[in-house]
């Protein structure tokens, strides 16, 4: 079997994608092309990175292609913008759901754990912007550009924020959902329409926690997210915060709670735990916390005018955490401080990178959410094959962008294309 027909079988016997296919929905009034036939076009060029609606039309023109998605004519960019702006957002926010959901239940995120806790991160990241583009929820904001006279002048410039949440592993890296930051708002209000979002589709126990940014550092939102059963550990840059000046006070001439090599980071770390501080009632949270320092010691080497010169470096990381992780001990905060791996946003990195998430297919509030989702379920389903699944990649013969490549050219294979996705 060529490498697509068995990473559709793949996905079929998994995952049940062709049930997945048949769920999803758009609200045209008169559709001619079948919303399946577009949606497979969608996903099929998130897999193989396709990095424009322009280019997946382009595929579209391929014979082999049109039996695969049951459409014996090319279809345009402009009938996918079209499409796009009118893809229900809730089956495709559930079918990264159950994909998901599935390997979870296929122990797959196991690795992810950190000492049995499987922990969420939320980030917001800004995919996109223009200086002349834009819609009416575009978010603006004011740059000083020196033009090339030399002359200072004032632009504005139009963007997108979204929060996204993920879980990153050594092996495996899942993202989980996103949700646009609109103008005017700040980025945990996003979050937590994220959070009550995820608590319905995946259910409270998918994950048990969630590692957040300093932006999130504020009563209200830490009180929301116990509220929705999750535990919490967020980074602490503040230092005028109370807090962050009596965990220092407290921990200061006093040894270390924990100290090793952390192998992966290469670093050698002392850990100090503070237990019930108080996080100022002016920050709206009435609780004790937790606070873990973190002094981090490594070799640099740099090459200075030829010669290899190395110098000790430094760093100091400051997480707070809720009560409940009381008790887990400080390794576990610095674990899930560093996403466990030291790579932070793995799986955003990796989708902005490979599956061209940075570009606008289409500058549309939501078939921009829409596309990005797609690229999120082609993501999974990709990375789920290529890592878990297939033996050349997890042998190091292929990387994952030959796999990719390998998916595309299969599609010149004599093969019957058109028995996948059938409807009924
Ligand atoms: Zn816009």
């Not at 697509?4 to 049930?19: D, E, H, I, M, R």
């Not at 230092?239 to 090599?261: K, Y």
Request: charge should be positive.
């Amino acid at each position: 079997m060529n490498q697509l027909a068995q990473f559709l079988a793949y996905c079929a016997k998994v995952f049940a994608l062709p049930k997945i296919v048949r769920t999803i929905q758009d609200s045209r009034p008169y559709p001619v092309i079948p919303t399946q036939c577009v949606f497979l076009s969608l996903l099929l060029g998130a897999i193989i990175r396709a990095d424009s609606y322009l280019s997946i039309a382009q595929q579209t023109k391929r014979r082999s292609w049109q039996r695969l998605i049951h459409w014996s004519d090319p279809i345009s960019d402009d009938t996918l913008c079209y499409v796009s702006e009118r893809l229900k957002l809730e089956p495709l926010r559930q079918a990264l759901v159950s994909v998901n959901k599935q390997l979870k239940h296929n122990k797959a995120l196991e690795s992810c754990k950190i000492k049995g806790l499987l922990l969420a991160s939320l980030d917001a990241n800004e995919p996109f912007h223009s200086r002349s583009r834009c819609c009416p929820f575009c978010c603006k904001r004011e740059l000083q550009i020196t033009d090339s006279k030399g002359r200072k002048q004032t632009v504005i410039e139009y963007y997108h924020r979204y929060v996204f949440a993920q879980i990153n592993g050594p092996k495996l890296n899942i993202v989980l959902d996103l949700e646009p930051i609109l103008p005017g708002e700040g980025e945990s209000e996003a979050a937590l329409r994220l959070l009550g979002r995820m608590r319905r589709t995946y259910g409270p126990r998918f994950f048990d926690g969630i590692t957040v940014d300093s932006w999130y550092v504020q009563g209200p939102f830490l009180k929301a997210v116990e509220k929705l059963g999750w535990l919490w550990v967020v980074v602490l840059k503040q230092e005028r915060m109370e807090v962050f000046q009596e965990a220092r006070a407290l921990s200061a001439g006093q040894a270390p709670t924990e100290q090793f090599e952390d192998t992966v980071r290469e670093r050698s770390v002392k850990l100090w735990e503070v237990r019930e501080l108080n996080f100022s009632k002016a920050y709206g949270y009435g609780r004790k916390v937790g606070v873990v320092h973190s002094q981090e010691q490594w070799i640099q080497t740099n090459v200075v005018g030829g010669k290899r010169v190395s110098s000790p470096q430094t760093s100091n990381w400051w997480w707070m955490f809720c009560i409940q992780l009381e008790g887990m001990g400080p390794r576990v905060i610095y674990e899930a401080g560093h996403w466990r791996w030291g790579i932070e946003n793995k799986a955003f990195n990796e989708l902005t990178q490979f599956y061209a998430l940075g570009h606008c297919y289409h500058h549309h509030l939501r078939a921009m959410v829409a596309q990005m989702l797609i690229l999120m379920l082609g993501f999974v389903l990709f990375n789920a094959y290529a890592l878990l699944h297939s033996q050349p990649v997890r042998l190091g013969q292929v990387s994952l962008k030959e796999l990719a490549q390998d998916l595309n050219l299969a599609l010149e294979h004599a093969a019957w294309w058109e028995l996948w996705f059938e409807s009924g």
